[in-house]
């Protein structure tokens, strides 16, 4: 088997790139205890199924995506702490930034994403995030935030289900089964066929109304999910955002930072400068436009009453080579 497709169905990576990121940083494998370890040179060496295998840097492998090392080292660069916290996560997608905090001790994280189906099983299922999916951060609001977490935790329900209860009983109902009666059968409450014939029309056209979607519904809760906390204010928002600027977003953010919370936002380059400004392949090669960059989305958080407290960089490059940063704001309280 393919070393990185033994790795994902292993359960040692969650995608292929992330097990190609933990060969290129060391990975061997051997099939007994008393033989010598074999090292994955390539992607595409094979590895024998029933085979031992050993990470020799495990770190690529601690969080969903590498985006949960990017954040997990601008919380100790930032010093910020975010267990027991309600937290946003703006840019959502697989899920790195929000297995971070949950790592670190989050009570909730709402995520956000403006794409579908992306957020891993994982954190789909787990009562602590609420994935919300098909809605762009700029044109977040409180009101649409809780509009759409409501429908992510809920299921839709006929306002007027079916009273299975009250189904008419079919003529000779003691037929069945080889029933039997005597003399003194009174047959008088027994439904007539155009009682049956009326009861059987009706639920055929409400079957094909359902079909077309004609069916009025109403929102109800999943099981367990009735006590989930909506309230659009937050004492930590983070994101990792991407083809957009950080002075699009930053707007529709900042009404939903609570009093005296910290927002803590990768910030990067290649989506804050223009075309001309951007080299080939989307990277940044001139180191003096990063200054530009920091200045711009200083004077945007200054703008919106946010107090910039730190930026530096990340501790990871992006995955196209692109140097990244981290910028640390804080709400007055």
Not at 122 to 151: F, K, S, Y
Not at 182 to 198: P, V
Request: charged letters at 25%; proline letters at 5%.
């Amino acid at each position: 088997m393919r070393a990185d497709v033994f790795l994902v169905e292993g359960g040692y990576a969650t995608t292929r790139s992330q097990a190609q990121r933990l060969i290129a940083a060391g990975v061997q494998w051997r099939l007994a205890p008393t033989l010598p370890w074999n090292k994955v040179a390539k992607n595409g060496d094979d590895i024998p199924d029933c085979a031992e295998l050993q990470l020799l840097d495990a770190a690529e492998a601690k969080y969903l995506s590498r985006g949960g090392l990017k954040l997990e080292g601008a919380l100790a660069a930032s010093g910020l702490q975010v267990a027991g916290l309600r937290c946003l996560d703006v840019g959502q997608s697989t899920g790195g930034f929000t297995d971070c905090l949950l790592q670190q001790g989050a009570a909730q994280v709402i995520g956000v994403d403006v794409g579908q189906g992306q957020l891993h099983e994982r954190l789909r299922v787990d009562p602590r995030v609420i994935g919300v999916e098909g809605l762009n951060a700029r044109h977040l609001t409180p009101q649409a935030l809780v509009e759409a977490c409501e429908e992510a935790l809920s299921e839709r329900i006929e306002a007027e289900p079916e009273d299975n209860d009250t189904a008419p009983e079919a003529p000779y109902a003691w037929m069945r089964n080889g029933g039997m009666v005597d003399d003194d059968y009174d047959d008088s409450q027994d439904a007539k066929e155009h009682e049956i014939e009326a009861f059987k029309a009706e639920r055929m056209a409400k079957a094909r109304a359902r079909a077309a979607g004609e069916i009025a519904t109403v929102r109800q809760r999943r099981a367990g999910r009735e006590d989930d906390d909506l309230t659009p204010s937050f004492p930590f928002i983070t994101g990792d955002l991407s083809f957009i600027s950080l002075t699009l977003v930053l707007p529709a953010l900042a009404p939903l930072l609570a009093p005296g919370g910290n927002l803590l936002m990768l910030v990067k380059p290649q989506f804050e400068l223009q075309p001309g400004q951007v080299g080939k392949g989307g990277i940044v090669r001139d180191a003096s436009l990063y200054a530009e960059v920091e200045q711009r989305i200083r004077a945007c958080c200054a703008g919106l009453g946010l107090q910039v407290v730190g930026w530096w960089g990340s501790a990871i490059d992006g995955g196209d080579g692109n140097r990244e940063f981290f910028i640390h704001a804080r709400r007055a309280a």
